[in-house]
């Protein structure tokens, strides 16, 4: 079975930083572009960033470009999302995707004011 784990969240103050880490097993890393999703308290779920398989390619939304890194490590499996300078608008569970079709079960972020 394809897995995808992703943790990493936790409570910080505004200005702090938080890496989110992605597990992924069953199933190959390196053949897939992977991304992040977050959906906020009572808020529809949005993608943040992507990275694809083939030569890295990134993409940020807006509303996080400048301030969070996405990278692979393919030999662990893993995908990474390095948040620096968090806002309380930052709040949200925030998910992994892998492909089109594998979602992974989500951790929470809390950026407290």
């Known amino acids: 079975d394809v897995q995808l784990q992703a943790s990493g969240g936790g409570l910080v103050q505004t200005g702090e930083s938080l890496k989110l880490s992605c597990a992924v097993s069953?199933?190959?890393?390196?053949?897939?572009?992977i991304g992040w999703f977050r959906r906020p308290p009572g808020d529809e779920r949005e993608g943040i960033s992507s990275i694809m398989n083939i030569d890295s390619t990134t993409y940020y939304s807006d509303s996080v470009n400048g301030r969070f890194t996405i990278s692979r490590d393919n030999a662990k499996n893993t995908v990474y999302l390095q948040m620096n300078s968090l806002k309380p608008d930052d709040t949200a569970v925030y998910y992994c995707?892998?492909?089109?079709?594998?979602w992974g079960k989500g951790t929470l972020v809390t950026v407290s004011s």
């Open positions: 069953g199933i190959t890393l390196e053949d897939y572009a």
């Open positions: 995707k892998l492909g089109t079709d594998y």
